[in-house]
């Protein structure tokens, strides 16, 4: 990332409309945005620096239009831990960086719903003569606990 910019406009209308105009008034991208509280939206953009600096002037120019308060911000090389802080924005992914290995890929439902019934249905013995399958043991039945209900026996509150 060469530099990130940021806008801030109260109002998610107001938010929507300054990054429609920053990224037409520019080649820069949208990384996500943030519900601050109190009706606060903050924005964030990524590309050249000349380029976050024309978008987020169109931006502001298009949130104050609309009578809503607007602020920005430019980083020109923002820390390495600035841009991770801001990966888990909403509708931004989290991001990769190049040299690091993806996390690898959890396992779906279905395969661990598999692996598990596979799991269940068959006994691992190194003896043939005893070893059975799952599904001929005798299969207990669960305990069940009767509560009666003499005890409870007056008048209601």
């Given at each position: 990332?060469?530099?990130?910019?940021?806008?801030?406009?109260?109002?998610?209308?107001?938010?929507?409309?300054a990054v429609d105009a920053a990224c037409k008034a520019a080649g820069v991208s949208c990384i996500g945005y943030r519900k601050v509280g109190s009706g606060l939206v903050s924005v964030c953009f990524e590309g050249e620096i000349s380029a976050v600096y024309t978008a987020i002037e169109r931006g502001i120019a298009v949130a104050s239009a609309t009578d809503h308060q607007a602020k920005s911000l430019v980083i020109a090389r923002p820390e390495r831990c600035v841009v991770e802080a801001l990966c888990n924005l909403k509708g931004h992914p989290p991001r990769v960086e190049s040299g690091q290995k993806p996390h690898a890929e959890l396992p779906t439902v279905?395969?661990?719903?598999?692996?598990?019934?596979?799991?269940?249905?068959?006994?691992?013995?190194?003896?043939?003569?005893?070893?059975?399958?799952?599904?001929?043991?005798?299969?207990?039945?669960?305990?069940?606990?009767?509560?009666?209900?003499?005890?409870?026996?007056?008048?209601?509150a």
């Open positions: 990332m060469n530099s990130l910019g940021v806008i801030e406009t109260r109002g998610l209308v107001a938010a929507i409309q279905a395969e661990v719903a598999e692996v598990t019934v596979c799991e269940e249905t068959a006994e691992v013995s190194t003896d043939t003569e005893t070893a059975m399958p799952v599904a001929e043991k005798e299969v207990q039945a669960p305990i069940v606990e009767v509560k009666s209900h003499g005890h409870k026996k007056g008048k209601k």
